[in-house]
């Protein structure tokens, strides 16, 4: 016998976009938004799973919890960039600043006379 945790799993591994979780949860969302943040907004929604427990084991509350927390994933990016949520590592990151000096002596040498 499954559980209503499983069965939701079940549904949700089979969603592969980001307007595929939004429409399954009934969220209405703005297209440019998803355009410029779908993985952002999934991987955030990953990071409030994983930080919350599921409620009981009922699946309409299981359902609601999940879209609760995938709007907020949402929200955070209707407002914000990418950048400044800092969701991967590479935004996590400091920005580096390379000479450009370094970068022509890293390039191959453009002389080619024989």
């Known amino acids: 016998m499954t559980t ?3 069965r939701l799993c079940a549904h949700l591994q089979g969603l592969s976009t980001a307007e595929e979780f939004l429409t399954f949860f009934d ?3 703005a297209p440019d938004v998803v355009h410029t943040s779908r993985l952002h907004i999934l991987q955030r ?3 409030y799973l994983r930080a919350t427990q599921a409620p009981a084991d009922d699946e309409a509350t299981l359902r609601a919890h999940g879209r609760t927390l995938l709007e907020r994933a949402y929200a955070d990016f209707v407002h914000s960039t990418p950048r400044e949520e800092r969701v991967f590592r590479v935004f996590c990151a400091g920005e580096r600043q390379v000479p450009l000096a370094a970068l022509r ?3 191959p040498s453009q002389d080619h006379r024989s």
């Open 45 to 47: 929604f990953h990071q």
């Open 27 to 29: 969220i209405p969302y």
């Open 105 to 107: 002596a890293a390039l």
């Open 4 to 6: 209503s945790l499983e």
